[in-house]
Structure formats: C-alpha cells, structure tokens
C-alpha cells in the first residue's frame, strides 16, 4: 500500500482510491467538497454486545440508484460516474447501468455539471467527459455501436493529467466544462 | 403502515419516511433530484453462497463525516441534516454532531444551500433553518445556551405547512433561503 508515499497519478491505486484521495486534498484545501457515496445496504440483523460496538450479522447489497460521486464547487453540484478498461481504443458501454444514465439525465434537467472520469489503465489515460456524451451514446447502443471510441473521447471530453497533490487534478478539467455549451 | 394511503403531513411516518417520501415525489415530478445518504458500513466478512446473492456476515456502522441528504435542485446544491425533538419551545444542539456543522461550514464556503429541517413533534410543527443559525449556537454552546428557542427558529427560518403530495413540500421555503442574504 501507497497510502503514506506520493503517487505519481494514483499509479498503484484503484481508480477509487485515487479519486477518493484527489477529493481528501480538495477538502483539506478548501477547492471543493466532493464525497464518495456508501454502497446501499439493507441491513437485516444487527447484534449489540455487551460493552462493544454493534455488529451487522446478516445483511445485503442494494441496487444503487445514482452514481458513485457528488458534492459542491463553486456553487455547482457536481456528479460523476468513474469507471476503468484495459481497453486502447474505445471505452465500453457495458461498464456503464441504466440507473446511473437516468440519473445523469434528471441532473442535468436540474442544471447539474454531471460527468464520467474514464481511465484507460493500459494506456495510463484519464478523461474527463461530459455526462451528454454517455447519454447520446447509450441511447443508440442497440443499433449503433457498444463503445465509445477514444478520438472522440479525445474531442468531446478532457485529457486530465496525472500528478502528485492531488493524485488526479480533474477539477480544472470540470472548470472546462463548465465554461463551455456542450454539457 | 400507511405507505400506499395518503398521509397528511407526514403523520404516522418517521421524519426519514417523510422525507424520503418527498424526494420521491419530487423526482418523480422533475421537481428537484435530492437523495439520503446510505449509512456508512465497514464490511469485513461477506459470503458468497452458490446460486444466490451474496450476504454480509460482519460487518460494523461508521462514523458519518457528513450530513444526510444533498442533491441538485434549480442548478444549486442543497445539503441538509433533519432532526427532530419532543420539546416545546426550543430545539436541543446536542441533536446535533460536530462533524455536520464541518461539513455545513465546508459546503457553505462552496456556495451550498445549507439548511436543517426541524420536526417539533409534539406541536407537529415543522421549520427549515439556515445552516448558519446552527452554526451560530454551535459556536457559542460552551458559554451560552444549549438549545435554539423556537421563537429564534421563527424569525430566522422559515415553517413548512404540513400537506398531502409531497408529504412535506419544503422546496418553497428552499426557493426562500435561495434569494435571502441571510444564509
Ligand atoms: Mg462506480
Ligand atoms: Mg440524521
């Protein structure tokens, strides 16, 4: 484990971890206020020692609803979706549910700066590309293709470089999408 | 139970029901995109039985670091913690933790709409309040009081009249907070 070390783009780390880590700098320097959120679990049994914490015996994963991030910057709700392949070429579709497009869409029906961070482990890339972008591709998978390809990632979206502190800046490329109409 | 009747004012539901409730019917009216937060679990133990869905064996709550529910609404993001007490006159502080005035400061400096829903359960009263009055008693509960007197909750918030669909429509008194200075 890297927790202690710098890692140069989260290289060694989960996606997650490296997310979660950039979202603990950005809190820690006031940039942001982005969080994870838990897995939904319905808990079913619950024992209570004497003199020691409760212990959840018998519980279950839930479906999410949403997608796995969300907070405030700026005054804009952020909420993105993070997801990896060891794909070169293009970023497959089925890594992506149902629940987690028809909550993009509601958000941006609220105004909401909604987005995916891809990363192409192979290639050591991340993007960061508008929520529209999924959306438009997912409306057409069942006649068109099941991926996105990585030029038009490239185009649509935004390269976001790999670092020290944070381990993955992308709020500059969400300052991107914001300024632009393409969201 | 009176989930399928319609419940005026939430009575006979919990806070959490009635809330959820709400969120729910605000979704679904493409009102506003507000969740509650899953409980934060430290799974340690899951097995994974043949043929059916896997089941946590072990597994204990965690501390929460924020509050229960967020989401996006009319472009801005709202964050809230509800709580509820059997006094009369006064709302205790120590319904309260530290770690949510943190994080209403963190999304205030944001620009986060930041606000508490108060149930008065005995008076079946309801207010939403500015997180800055709750961070205003917090800061002086050493010294001071350790409670907000209703009537302060009066003038400084805004009281949600009890309704049928959603059971507790307290998007307008959200709409309030917006466009007053006094967040
Ligand atoms: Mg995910
Ligand atoms: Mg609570």
């Not at 209570?48 to 479906?63: D, G, K, L, N």
């Not at 028809?102 to 609220?110: D, G, I, K, S």
């Not at 990632?153 to 790999?162: D, F, L, S």
């Amino acid at each position: 484990h890297h927790r202690d070390s710098v890692v140069f783009g989260g290289r060694g780390m989960s996606l997650e971890e490296t997310i979660n880590a950039s979202n603990d700098y950005y809190r820690l320097h006031q940039r942001a206020v982005i969080y994870k959120k838990p897995t939904p679990i319905q808990i079913v049994k619950v024992d209570y020692p004497q003199r020691s914490q409760a212990v959840i015996r018998e519980a279950y994963f839930r479906q999410a609803s949403t997608t796995d991030y969300n907070g405030v910057y700026r005054g804009y709700y952020l909420d993105f979706e993070a997801k990896e392949t060891t794909n070169k070429a293009s970023f497959p579709l089925k890594n992506f549910h149902q629940h987690q497009v028809n909550h993009f869409r509601n958000c941006l029906a609220q105004d909401g700066i909604c987005f995916t961070i891809m990363r192409f482990t192979t290639l050591e890339r991340y993007f960061l590309t508008p929520a529209s972008l999924l959306i438009e591709y997912w409306g057409k998978q069942a006649t068109g293709r099941k991926s996105i390809p990585l030029t038009t990632i490239q185009k649509t979206g935004y390269e976001i470089p790999a670092g020290f502190q944070p381990a993955l800046n992308y709020l500059d490329a969400v300052d991107q999408l914001i300024t632009t109409a393409k969201r």
